[in-house]
């Protein structure tokens, strides 16, 4: 797999990993395409972790496709990637922010994503898990 797109029409697309020697994720590409305007940018991904941290977040949500209270959020290392969900019964609300951290109020995108707590939250959480699995034969 080497594309993540959640939504329709309106979408946010993770694809375009770049991976060190080891198969380590680096940097991704978040594009996301909302009507007439379409934005990417380069997100680096955690020195520590990767992008568990995301993976995780989707988890959680996937773990929860029955509701949970409040927001749930996630932030790139960077700041340049923010996302927020929140379960209204039988969606889930994903609000995204893609912005450049140092100029945020020159750039940012900004945008809703309605999805289906069922199955098109999984297939979401699904598809990021995949997404992030080290590859196979990498050089160690």
């Given at each position: 797999?080497?594309?993540?797109?959640?939504g329709?029409?309106?979408?946010?697309?993770?694809?375009?990993?770049?991976?060190?020697?080891?198969?380590?994720v680096?940097?991704?590409?978040?594009t996301?395409?909302?009507?007439?305007?379409?934005?990417r940018?380069?997100?680096a991904?955690?020195y520590?972790s990767?992008f568990a941290d995301l993976?995780?977040?989707?988890?959680?949500?996937?773990?929860?496709?029955?509701?949970?209270?409040?927001?749930?959020?996630?932030?790139?290392?960077?700041?340049?990637l923010?996302?927020?969900?929140t379960?209204?019964g039988?969606?889930?609300e994903?609000?995204?922010?893609?912005?450049?951290?140092?100029?945020?109020?020159?750039w940012s995108?900004?945008?809703k994503l309605?999805?289906?707590a069922?199955?098109?939250?999984?297939?979401a959480?699904?598809?990021?898990?995949e997404?992030?699995?080290?590859?196979?034969?990498?050089?160690?």
């Amino acid at each position: 797999m080497d594309k993540v797109d959640i939504g329709g029409t309106q979408r946010l697309t993770f694809g375009d990993l770049r991976r060190d020697p080891c198969g380590q994720v680096l940097a991704m590409t978040v594009t996301v395409e909302l009507e007439s305007l379409t934005a990417r940018r380069e997100v680096a991904a955690s020195y520590v972790s990767g992008f568990a941290d995301l993976a995780g977040f989707f988890t959680s949500l996937l773990e929860n496709w029955r509701g949970w209270n409040g927001a749930r959020t996630y932030k790139s290392i960077e700041h340049d990637l923010l996302l927020e969900a929140t379960h209204t019964g039988s969606h889930v609300e994903l609000l995204f922010n893609l912005q450049d951290p140092q100029f945020h109020d020159v750039w940012s995108v900004r945008g809703k994503l309605t999805l289906d707590a069922g199955e098109e939250l999984t297939r979401a959480g699904e598809d990021i898990q995949e997404l992030f699995r080290p590859l196979k034969g990498a050089v160690l």
